[in-house]
C-alpha cells in the first residue's frame, strides 16, 4: 500500500465518483456547463447546457440536484455554493460529463477561492481541476487578520451562526498554481522566520470556521484521491477561532472542526507545510503523500519562486485532539525551522503517528512541542531526518535558525509578540517501536522538566553516534534531573556510545548490536527489515501506562498502547519485537 502511485489512485476511484453521481440524479434536478459548447440562455440539459459558473452561482441548489461540467473544459471564476445544503440522502454533486478523462478545469485568477462552499452542507465535489494563480487582492470578508490570500478550495462557516455544518465530501480533486501574487511580484525575504508567515500567500484547501458559537462544528470533511501542488503555503489547512475553555493548570482551547478524513491524497512542491490541522477533534489521515514540503522552487520548471513561504512540516497538529496518522510517506521537507516529517506543535493530546515512512526531513522525525499530553509515535520507520543544523548558511533554502533534531520534546507554546511564552512540557508521551537510520550526527534534546515519557523498543541506528544539544532548558538543574517518570530503556544501538551521557533523558538498559537491515540506506521500508533475528525477535518489553495516564485511550482509533501487526502488517501473534519491523524468519528455529 505504501508504493501506491498517485495515478493508480486516482484511476481507481474517478469512475466510481462520477458512476455514484449518475446514480442520485433522479432525485434532483440535473445542470450540464459546457464553456465550449454551453450557453446561459439554456436549460442546462446535457444537449443544450449552461456555459459559464456564474450561471450556476444564480441558481438555488436543492438536495438532490447534480452540476455536472464538461470534462476537458476551461472555466473562468469561482464557482461558490453559499446557504445551500443537501440532505444524508440526497447530497449535493459537483462532478464532469463527456467522455474525456480530462477533468473539468477552473482558472480561479483574482478570485478569492476556485470553490468556495459557505455554510452549506452534504456536498460532494469531484473531478475538477483548479489554478488560482495571482490577480487581483482578495480576503475572506470578516476574517479578523488583514492579510489577503487566494485559496483552492474554501470550506467556510462565518461568525452568524451557531449551529453544526459537514457532510462535504471533495474526490479526486487537483490543485496546483496558487498564488496570491503573480510570479515575480514579491521577494518573502524574511517573511520565512516569522511563525507562520504575515504577507499574502495561497492555500489548496482551507477550511475556516469563523463562528465560536457554542454549537457550532464543521464536522465529517473528506477529501481524498486528489493532488495539490506549487501552492505558496499550506497544502490543506483548518483554522479558527480558539477561545479558551481551561486556563488552569494548563490551558486547552476550543475544537472546532470534527471528523476530518484525508485518505489517498499527495501533495507535494508545497511552499509551506503539507497539511496543518488546527482545532480539530477527530481525524483519520492515512495512505497520503507529502513531498517536498517548504519548498522554494517551481515544480515544472525548477526555478526559484519567491512567492512561495520556503519552510514546512509535511504535516503538523496545533490544539487538536485524537488523531490516527498511519501508512503515510513524509518525504523532504525542507525550511530554516520546522519542517519535520510530522510534528506535533502545542496544545494536543491524543495524537498517534504509526505505520508511516519519514524520509529526508531536515527539522525532525520526532517533534513533540509544549502542552502536548498522551501522544505517541510507533511503528514508523524514519530514515536520515533532522539533519539540518542551527547556522548554516551552504543550503539552497537560506540560513538555518533551528537545529533538526531526530527526536524533540520541546516546551515551546508560541510567542506574544516578540515574547517567548513561558514553557509547558509535554506530557506523557509515547515513542516505542520505530526504527530510527540516521547517516549524519543524529541531534536530540528533551526539555528539563518534562512529565512522563516512554522511549522503549526502538532501533536507534546512528552510524555517526548523537549529540545533546546545548540550551540551558534541556539540562540538569543544578546536577540534578528535574524530569519525571522518563522512562528511556530497551533500545538498540550499535554502540553504547551512540547515546550522549549529558542532558536528562538516561539510557537505561540499552541492547547493543548489529540489527543487520536488508539495504542499510534504501528508500523503502522493506530495506529496514531486520535479519538479526535473535538480537531482536520478542526482545521487546510491554509498553504500560504511565502515571496519571490513559494509556492512549483517548484516541478513539489507536486500540491502546498493543498493536497486532507491525508496519508490513506481518501479525505480531503477542510477540514484541524491537523496532517497527519484525525481523526474517532467516534459519530452522527462528519464531
Not at 14 to 38: D, H, L, P, R
Not at 91 to 105: D, H, L, M
Not at 286 to 310: C, E, M, P, Q
Not at 474 to 492: I, W
Request: aromatic content about 10%; overall charge positive; proline content about 3%.
Amino acid at each position: 500500500m505504501m508504493n501506491l502511485t498517485y495515478k493508480n489512485i486516482v484511476n481507481k476511484f474517478s469512475s466510481i465518483v462520477f458512476i455514484g453521481c449518475i446514480a442520485t440524479s433522479a432525485q434532483g434536478q440535473n445542470y450540464y456547463v459546457s464553456s465550449q459548447y454551453g450557453n446561459d440562455k439554456n436549460k442546462g440539459s446535457e444537449t443544450k447546457p449552461f456555459a459559464s459558473l456564474n450561471k450556476i452561482n444564480s441558481l438555488k441548489l436543492n438536495p438532490g440536484d447534480n452540476v455536472f461540467f464538461k470534462a476537458g473544459d476551461k472555466f473562468n471564476g469561482s464557482l461558490r455554493i453559499i446557504d445551500e445544503s443537501g440532505s444524508a440522502t440526497k447530497p449535493i454533486n459537483i462532478s464532469t460529463f463527456g467522455e474525456s478523462k480530462q477533468r473539468a478545469y477552473i482558472n480561479a485568477a483574482g478570485e478569492l477561492s476556485g470553490i468556495e462552499i459557505k455554510n452549506s452542507s452534504h456536498i460532494n465535489v469531484s473531478n475538477i481541476d483548479i489554478e488560482a494563480n495571482g490577480g487581483k487582492a482578495r480576503k475572506i470578508a470578516d476574517r479578523k487578520t488583514p492579510q489577503a490570500m487566494r485559496l483552492g478550495v474554501l470550506i467556510y462557516i462565518d461568525k452568524k451562526y451557531n449551529k453544526t455544518f459537514g457532510h462535504i465530501t471533495l474526490d479526486n480533486l487537483k490543485i496546483h498554481d496558487v498564488f496570491h501574487y503573480s510570479f515575480g511580484d514579491i521577494d518573502r525575504a524574511g517573511d520565512v522566520n516569522t511563525q507562520n508567515g504575515t504577507q499574502a500567500y495561497g492555500y489548496g484547501i482551507y477550511l475556516f470556521n469563523r463562528s465560536s458559537g457554542a454549537n457550532t462544528l464543521l464536522t465529517d470533511i473528506t477529501i481524498k484521491n486528489s493532488e495539490i501542488y506549487d501552492v505558496a503555503h499550506t497544502g490543506i489547512k483548518t483554522m479558527a477561532n480558539n477561545p479558551k475553555i481551561q486556563k488552569t493548570p494548563y490551558p486547552i482551547l476550543k475544537k472546532l472542526f470534527k471528523n476530518i478524513t484525508l485518505e489517498n491524497n499527495y501533495l507535494h512542491d508545497i511552499g509551506g507545510p503539507g497539511i496543518m490541522f488546527g482545532a480539530v477533534d477527530g481525524s483519520l489521515v492515512a495512505h497520503n503523500r507529502t513531498d517536498r514540503t517548504g519548498s522554494s522552487r517551481d515544480f515544472d520548471s525548477g526555478k526559484v519562486d519567491g512567492r512561495k513561504w520556503g519552510r514546512g512540516s509535511g504535516m503538523w497538529t496545533w490544539n487538536t485532539n485524537d488523531v490516527l496518522v498511519e501508512y503515510n510517506e513524509f518525504k523532504n521537507a525542507v525550511g530554516p525551522a520546522d519542517s519535520a516529517g510530522f510534528h506535533i506543535d502545542f496544545h494536543c493530546s491524543n495524537i498517534v503517528i504509526q505505520y508511516n515512512l519519514s524520509m529526508n526531513n531536515e527539522g525532525a522525525f520526532i517533534e513533540i512541542l509544549g502542552n502536548n499530553r498522551n501522544n505517541s509515535y510507533r511503528y514508523n520507520v524514519s530514515v536520515n531526518d533532522g539533519y539540518r543544523v542551527k547556522g548554516d548558511k551552504n543550503r539552497p533554502y537560506g540560513k538555518a535558525t533551528h537545529d533538526g533534531k531526530t527526536l524533540w520534546f520541546s516546551g515551546f507554546v508560541g510567542m506574544k509578540g516578540r515574547k517567548v511564552n513561558a514553557n509547558i512540557a509535554p506530557v506523557n508521551n509515547y515513542i516505542y517501536n520505530n526504527t530510527i537510520y540516521v547517516e549524519h550526527v543524529a541531534q536530540v534534546a528533551t526539555h528539563q522538566n518534562t512529565d512522563g515519557a516512554v522511549i522503549a523498543n526502538n532501533i536507534f541506528y546512528f552510524k555517526q553516534g548523537s549529540y545533546y544539544l546545548p540550551e540551558k532548558r534541556y539540562q540538569l538543574v543544578k546536577g540534578k534531573n528535574s524530569t519525571k517518570n522518563v522512562n528511556m530503556t530497551n533500545n538498540l544501538f550499535l554502540s553504547a556510545q551512540d547515546w550522549p551521557v549529558v542532558g536528562v533523558m538516561e539510557n537505561m538498559s540499552a541492547v547493543i548490536g548489529e540489527p543487520l537491515f536488508v539495504n542499510n540506506g534504501g528508500d523503502t521500508i522493506v530495506d529496514y527489515q531486520p535479519t538479526n533475528h535473535s538480537l531482536i525477535a520478542n526482545k521487546g518489553i510491554a509498553i504500560l501506562p504511565l502515571p496519571n495516564s490513559n494509556g492512549l485511550q483517548g484516541n478513539s482509533r489507536s486500540g491502546g498502547l498493543t498493536v497486532t501487526h507491525d508496519i508490513l502488517g506481518n501479525n505480531l501473534n503477542g510477540q514484541v519485537h524491537i523496532g517497527a519491523i519484525a525481523p526474517i524468519i532467516s534459519k530452522v528455529g527462528d519464531k
